[in-house]
């Protein structure tokens, strides 16, 4: 019903910036929010930003000041642009959306990307 898809991850050495960005594609009435969460090995997934469709933004405290999430609402898409990088911000960073879809009728649910690779190299 709905699809998400990632890119920009890749690798960069600490103090370096990426951006990435997750454009979300399907049978899509409306988004209510999206945002960013990540998963380093061994721990557990975590919010890192997220952006709801009133403009509402919500930033983990170890990234506020450094990373800035943003939408584009015609292309459905979401940004994370991440500067100053830390070793510590290594991690597979997953988009998240939740969406109201059709489907015979319309339907409330989340869904998930496959996620990308960040790795800051110190």
């Known amino acids: 019903q709905v699809q998400l898809v990632e890119s920009g991850g890749g690798l960069v050495q600490a103090g370096g910036s990426l951006r990435l960005s997750c454009a979300a594609s399907g049978s899509i009435f409306s988004i209510n929010a999206m945002g960013w969460y990540r998963q380093a090995p061994g721990k557990q997934r975590e919010l890192v930003a997220a952006?709801?469709?009133?403009?509402?933004?919500n930033y983990a405290d170890s990234v506020k000041g450094r990373f800035t999430i943003s939408r584009d609402n015609a292309q459905n898409t979401v940004y994370l642009h991440m500067n100053s990088l830390k070793p510590e911000d290594t991690a597979v960073y997953y988009c998240?959306?939740?969406?109201?879809?059709?489907?015979?009728?319309?339907?409330?649910?989340?869904?998930w990307g496959p996620g990308t690779q960040v790795t800051v190299s110190s």
């Open positions: 998240h959306g939740d969406f109201i879809y059709y489907s015979g009728g319309t339907r409330k649910g989340d869904y």
């Open positions: 952006i709801t469709s009133g403009g509402t933004i």
